[in-house]
């Protein structure tokens, strides 16, 4: 079963505005990781936070991490009609060293 | 080379073949991984090399699924007697090693269609 949950499961905004996509996991983890996908083809490292890491920047991305809660968001802003893609969150647990997806959220960024 | 490589980048086979899915990793990462992707879900964990040995194997579906990885270089996932379910999209993946905090680099993936 996946570990990471997104919602929403779809989001459509205006250029301009921003876009906050949230992830649930179930289990503890070492780090969570966002990736970006476009056209159901590869996968796009976005940004990494680890367990001891409350938030993080990276250009117009911020990732905050609520280990108490398990739950992660992604905010983009000031979306541009090129951030159109799924997002996914992936999970790295004590396991191993596998990656653990959750289902993405479709995002369209409109012109 | 410059990222991961993955071929073909489509497959349209018959029920009941065997297909053989490339990939060839960053030059230098010694992890390898193989993912499946089903249209409009998440990735499904499927393998996961040390150089060429597989300490996980745990996410193959059935004994029709087996990967080998030779040279702690390339990678060739295979699926014998293929069945419509196995239609998705194969990515492949590397890191450096298999520290946990390792970031995997995908490839662009295999198309498969199974009919």
Redesign the interface.
């Known amino acids: 079963s996946q570990q990471g949950e997104e919602d929403p499961q779809a989001l459509s905004i205006q250029e301009g505005e921003n876009a906050t996509m949230n992830c649930s996991y179930k289990t503890s983890i070492n780090n969570l990781q966002w990736y970006r996908q476009n056209s159901g083809r590869g996968l796009v490292h976005l940004i990494l936070i680890r367990s001891n890491e409350r938030e993080k920047h990276s250009g117009r991305l911020r990732v905050t991490l609520d280990t108490s809660k398990k739950s992660s968001s992604l905010l983009i802003t000031a979306s541009r009609a090129a951030d159109t893609a799924s997002y996914f969150c992936a999970t790295d647990a004590h396991h191993g060293s596998r990656l653990t997806f959750g289902e993405g959220t479709q995002l369209t960024v409109n012109p | 080379g410059a990222g991961?490589s993955q071929s073909p980048s489509n497959k349209v086979t018959e029920k009941g073949k065997d297909v053989e899915l490339r990939c060839d990793p960053i030059s230098g990462h010694t992890?390898l991984?193989w993912?499946r992707?089903r249209?409009g879900?998440?990735?499904?964990?499927l393998i996961?090399f040390?150089g060429n040995s597989a300490?996980?194997k745990s996410?193959l579906p059935s004994d029709r699924f087996s990967a080998e990885r030779t040279g702690e270089s390339v990678s060739t996932l295979t699926i014998q007697r293929t069945q419509q379910e196995d239609s998705a999209?194969y990515?492949c993946?590397s890191?450096l090693g298999?520290?946990?905090?390792?970031?995997?680099?995908?490839?662009?993936?295999t198309?498969l269609l199974v009919l």
Not at chain 2, 98 to 109: D, R
């Open positions: 991961v992890a991984y993912y992707q249209l879900q998440g990735l499904e964990f996961y040390q300490p996980d996410g999209v990515l993946a890191s298999p520290g946990l905090q390792e970031t995997q680099y995908f490839g662009p993936g198309r």
